[in-house]
């Protein structure tokens, strides 16, 4: 794994922050699966944000596992960021990855099960994750000749990031237009900011070990995530406590849910 670490309180704290991450960014996506048993209904859920996220989740996990496993990518990782550097990568987000992959999936098996109401993939949610995985099959053709699988496994860490970043528009989007943020769950958003302020503590404690902050800049992919992740968190809790308080939280959310079907449905949310 590279150079050891120099202090032991520091690992331990690190260990720590990297485990909150992974509980809380874990534990938010279990609302979603518990609803979708409960009402034997899919309606309301955006079929575009589960099939993009199972996308960003299996790119983070092809380029967590390769740079946790394989030695060839460690090898190429130290060659281009020096020897005494540490891999980026933990076992906890190994883990995390395996885990979102595996909830993920069993949403998307949900979807095909249970009730749609008519809802389905947008076109271009599909033209966007076939032009992603084209890409990505041009990548590993790239990559065979030359043996370049660290650019290969960056490949995959920038599609997630890009991923990442298109999930959270619809959302976003429809908060805005319904002028509310009845029906979301602001539980699973304050889960995620925990999760992305550990995992750049986990980060930064690392860097000060190392006295080091390659960290940062050789795992790009991880960083970003959290850049990108905490600013979207942000800007939901701006519209959830103080753009669109929920004043008329009393009411049922299902009914609110179902008359906004078509928003979370079209094409443009993708």
Same mark, same amino acid.
């Given at each position: 794994?590279?150079?050891?670490?120099?202090?032991?309180?520091?690992?331990?704290?690190?260990?720590?922050?990297?485990?909150?991450?992974?509980?809380?960014?874990?534990?938010?996506?279990?609302?979603?699966?518990?609803?979708?048993?409960?009402?034997?209904?899919?309606?309301?859920?955006?079929?575009?944000?589960?099939?993009?996220?199972?996308?960003?989740?299996?790119?983070?996990?092809?380029?967590?596992?390769?740079?946790?496993?394989?030695?060839?990518?460690?090898?190429?990782?130290?060659?281009?960021?020096?020897?005494?550097?540490?891999?980026?990568?933990?076992?906890?987000?190994?883990?995390?990855?395996?885990?979102?992959?595996?909830?993920?999936?069993?949403?998307?098996?949900?979807?095909?099960?249970?009730?749609?109401?008519?809802?389905?993939?947008?076109?271009?949610?599909?033209?966007?994750?076939?032009?992603?995985?084209?890409?990505?099959?041009?990548?590993?053709?790239?990559?065979?000749?030359?043996?370049?699988?660290?650019?290969?496994?960056?490949?995959?860490?920038?599609?997630?990031?890009?991923?990442?970043?298109?999930?959270?528009?619809?959302?976003?989007?429809?908060?805005?237009?319904?002028?509310?943020?009845?029906?979301? $769950?602001?539980?699973? +958003?304050?889960? *995620? /900011?925990?999760?992305? !302020?550990?995992? %750049?503590?986990?980060?930064?404690? &690392?860097?000060?070990?190392?006295?080091?902050?390659?960290?940062?800049?050789?795992?790009?992919?991880?960083?970003?995530? $959290?850049?990108?992740? +905490?600013?979207? *968190? /942000?800007?939901?809790? !701006?519209?959830? %406590?103080?753009?669109?308080?929920? &004043?008329?939280?009393?009411?049922?959310?299902?009914?609110?849910?179902?008359?906004?079907?078509?928003?979370?449905?079209? $094409?443009?949310?993708?």
């Amino acid at each position: 794994m590279g150079s050891s670490w120099h202090s032991t309180q520091l690992e331990i704290i690190s260990t720590v922050f990297g485990w909150i991450a992974f509980c809380s960014w874990s534990i938010s996506f279990y609302p979603q699966v518990i609803l979708n048993f409960k009402r034997k209904s899919v309606v309301g859920l955006n079929f575009d944000f589960v099939v993009l996220n199972l996308t960003k989740h299996s790119s983070y996990l092809i380029y967590n596992a390769s740079l946790f496993f394989s030695s060839a990518v460690q090898r190429q990782y130290h060659q281009k960021y020096g020897f005494n550097e540490m891999i980026p990568v933990a076992a906890n987000d190994v883990a995390f990855s395996i885990h979102a992959v595996v909830l993920t999936a069993f949403t998307l098996f949900q979807i095909a099960i249970y009730d749609r109401g008519g809802q389905k993939v947008s076109k271009t949610s599909i033209s966007i994750l076939s032009v992603a995985w084209l890409t990505v099959i041009i990548c590993v053709f790239i990559a065979i000749p030359n043996h370049s699988w660290l650019w290969l496994a960056s490949c995959f860490s920038t599609l997630q990031v890009v991923m990442t970043v298109i999930k959270y528009i619809p959302q976003a989007v429809m908060n805005f237009q319904r002028k509310s943020t009845i029906g979301f $769950s602001i539980g699973n +958003i304050l889960l *995620d /900011l925990v999760g992305g !302020l550990a995992n %750049y503590g986990q980060m930064a404690v &690392q860097s000060i070990d190392q006295n080091s902050w390659v960290n940062f800049y050789g795992n790009i992919g991880k960083t970003l995530l $959290s850049l990108v992740s +905490i600013f979207f *968190d /942000l800007l939901f809790i !701006l519209q959830h %406590y103080v753009l669109y308080p929920a &004043q008329k939280a009393v009411k049922p959310s299902s009914p609110d849910l179902s008359g906004q079907e078509p928003l979370v449905t079209s $094409s443009e949310d993708a």
